[in-house]
């Protein structure tokens, strides 16, 4: 289990947070854990996502952004061109590729060959 999705660590974080973002003593429940806990839930999320970016960058890939649909499809040539495009650049994906790289470039560890009795 990840140490950060602890039932501990989320308890600290939310002691933590009562105390120092907000400044009150944590017997101080009601509005103020509601606000404290999602800090703390706020603060593990944020944590996952810079870890997913960290190790894509660390595999050289490219971050992916996101724009609302109804705002690109306001022009619908644009938004033709824009697809065909994305489309054409996207490349060829491969799990297997992506994994060997990891373990390869991340990892720094070599393939384990297993047989199967069947």
């Not at 999320?45 to 660390?58: H, I, K, P, Y």
Request: charged residues 25%; hydrophobic residues 40%; contains cysteine.
């Amino acid at each position: 289990m990840n140490a950060t999705l602890s039932v501990h660590a989320l308890q600290r974080g939310i002691v933590d947070h009562l105390r120092y973002s907000i400044g009150r003593p944590s017997a101080a429940l009601t509005p103020h854990f509601y606000r404290a806990t999602a800090l703390a839930v706020r603060d593990r999320m944020e944590d996952d996502r810079v870890a997913s970016t960290q190790t894509s960058l660390d595999l050289g890939r490219k971050v992916t952004c996101y724009l609302s649909a109804e705002f690109l499809m306001q022009d619908s040539d644009a938004w033709t061109r824009m697809s065909i495009l994305n489309t054409a650049r996207s490349g060829k994906f491969s799990s297997d590729r992506a994994i060997a790289e990891y373990c390869d470039e991340i990892w720094n560890v070599q393939p384990v060959t297993v047989k199967v009795d069947r």
